[in-house]
C-alpha cells in the first residue's frame, strides 16, 4: 500500500461524513462536498493500486532478469573453464607427442 492508496481511503472516508452531515442538515452544497471527496478518494486509491501493481511487476521482471543473467553467467563461467581445460589437454597431448618424437630419436 503507497501513500495514494491511504489518501484514497482517507478522502473517501472524509467524503461519506460530510455528505452525511450534509443530508441530515439538508445542506446540499455539503452532501454535494463530500460526493466530491469521496470521487477524488476513489481516484486516489485507483492510482495508488496502479501503483503498487507496476510496481510488483517490475520487481518480478527484475528477478526474473537477474535470474536469467545468473544462468548466463553460469552456463558462461562452464564454458570458459571446459574451454580452458580442453586446451590444457590439447597443450599437454601435444607435448607428450613432442617428447616421444625426440625419445625415439
Known sequence: MN?????????QAKGKV??????????QSLANEGAGDQ???????AWGNV?????NIGNSDRV??????EASGDNLRK???SAAANVKESINRGLSNL????ATK
Do not use: I
Open 99 to 102: 617428447e616421444n618424437k625426440r
Open 3 to 11: 501513500k495514494s492508496t491511504v489518501e484514497g481511503v482517507f478522502d
Open 39 to 45: 470521487l477524488k478518494g476513489h481516484a486516489k486509491e
Open 51 to 55: 501503483k503498487d501493481t507496476a510496481r
Open 18 to 27: 460530510k455528505q452525511a452531515v450534509g443530508e441530515a442538515m439538508n445542506n
Open 64 to 69: 526474473r532478469a537477474r535470474m536469467q543473467t
Open 79 to 81: 564454458s570458459v573453464t
